[in-house]
Every structure is written in C-alpha cells, then in structure tokens.
C-alpha cells in the first residue's frame, strides 16, 4: 500500500507536475491518481521509474513510501 501523503511530499518537493510524471509512467492523469490514492496498485517498474523521476535513493525511503501495510485511511 502507498503512503499518499508521503509520496504527494515527494513530488512537491521535487518541484515536477503531477500530470508530467503520470506521462512519464506510460499513466494516463486519472490512472496515476487512482494509483496514489491506494484505488490500483504501482507496477514494480513504475515504482523504478518513479523513484528516479523523484530522486528517491534510499531503500528504506522507498519501503516507507510503497510498501508500507500501516497506512492509515484517514491520511489518504
């Protein structure tokens, strides 16, 4: 499951547009949405690409934000 709020910090600090990153993963702006928001699931390579766009280095970083199963609702 995706932190959203984390992964929404990301992307704001990475300065890049939601809707370019989602062209960049091959998403449509809809599917990238749904996948943020824990309604579809991130491919392996998406998260790889995402990673890069993002500058996302740590391993740890990347299991808190895409893998984590204590995500809590009502911060999504």
Same mark, same amino acid.
């Given at each position: 499951?995706t932190? +959203? ?13 939601k ?9 449509s702006?809809?599917? =990238?949405?749904?996948k943020? @928001? @824990?309604?579809?699931?991130f ?9 890069q766009?993002?500058?996302i280095?740590?391993?740890?970083k990347k299991?808190?934000? =895409? =893998? +984590?199963?204590?995500?809590? @609702?009502? +911060? +999504?």
């Amino acid at each position: 499951m995706t932190d +959203t709020v984390r992964l929404k910090e990301e992307i704001k600090r990475s300065g890049l547009k939601k809707g370019w990153i989602a062209a960049e993963l091959g998403l449509s702006s809809y599917g =990238f949405h749904r996948k943020m @928001n @824990n309604e579809s699931q991130f491919k392996a390579g998406e998260i790889k690409s995402l990673c890069q766009l993002l500058k996302i280095t740590s391993l740890k970083k990347k299991e808190e934000i =895409f =893998f +984590t199963d204590d995500v809590d @609702n009502k +911060t +999504t």
